[in-house]
């Protein structure tokens, strides 16, 4: 009897606790604010009109430096950019965790990289990372102009850390936007993440 209450109890407690929503393709993006590396305030509201990419990020990761050391990621960037897209690179590493970095180390990142993008978000406490499910490094999540979530997954359809996999790849992220940007539906709305995993904090 002891047994069926304590089991009674538990599952009491476990439908009191709220489950952390996942986010789901075609309905509204999870809102966000973080600090980037400029001490700046980034949040998804204030984006409204704008398409926006979420792309996760470790700098230690063999997936992060197979598309940084190629150039990939910075010329993915630019595209974006030079469209009016606004592109936020993610840190969601916790601090004394693999790849996390603080705000100095984040801009040194950046500049050393050549990487163009519109912010470098400091998530250290895993916030927006576990609001968009984000499971790897590299991860894309892209949001239209109406705050909708039109893609999350990996950045292309090659899960490797060679570098001569991305002339063969489909470049999901890329065409994901193109579309996006000729009113289409977007093909491929979700692939799995390839990379290295998230290092969240406990």
């Not at 009191?16 to 929503?21: C, H, I, T």
């Not at 993006?29 to 409204?48: C, E, K, M, N, V």
């Not at 979420?54 to 990761?61: D, I, M, T, V």
């Not at 500049?111 to 991860?139: F, S």
Request: net charge neutral.
């Amino acid at each position: 009897m002891k047994t069926v209450t304590c089991l009674l109890v538990a599952a009491l407690a476990a439908l009191a606790v709220p489950a952390l929503a996942k986010p789901v393709i075609g309905e509204a993006a999870p809102a966000f604010s973080a600090i980037d590396s400029d001490g700046r305030t980034q949040a998804l509201a204030d984006y409204r009109g704008k398409v926006v990419v979420l792309e996760w990020n470790n700098p230690q990761c063999p997936f992060v430096r197979k598309h940084y050391g190629a150039g990939n990621m910075q010329k993915q960037q630019a595209e974006a950019a030079s469209s009016g897209v606004v592109w936020l690179t993610v840190n969601s590493g916790a601090a004394g965790k693999q790849g996390h970095l603080d705000a100095a180390a984040a801009k040194a990142y950046v500049a050393e990289q050549k990487a163009k993008p519109a912010a470098y978000l400091i998530d250290a406490d895993g916030t927006v990372g576990r609001a968009y499910a984000a499971k790897t490094t590299p991860q894309i999540a892209i949001i239209d102009r109406e705050g909708v979530l039109r893609y999350n997954g990996a950045i292309d359809s090659i899960p490797s850390a060679d570098v001569e996999d991305i002339a063969e790849a489909t470049q999901y992220a890329r065409e994901a936007l193109a579309e996006i940007a000729a009113g289409k539906p977007v093909s491929v709305a979700t692939s799995e993440p390839y990379g290295c995993s998230v290092k969240y904090g406990s």
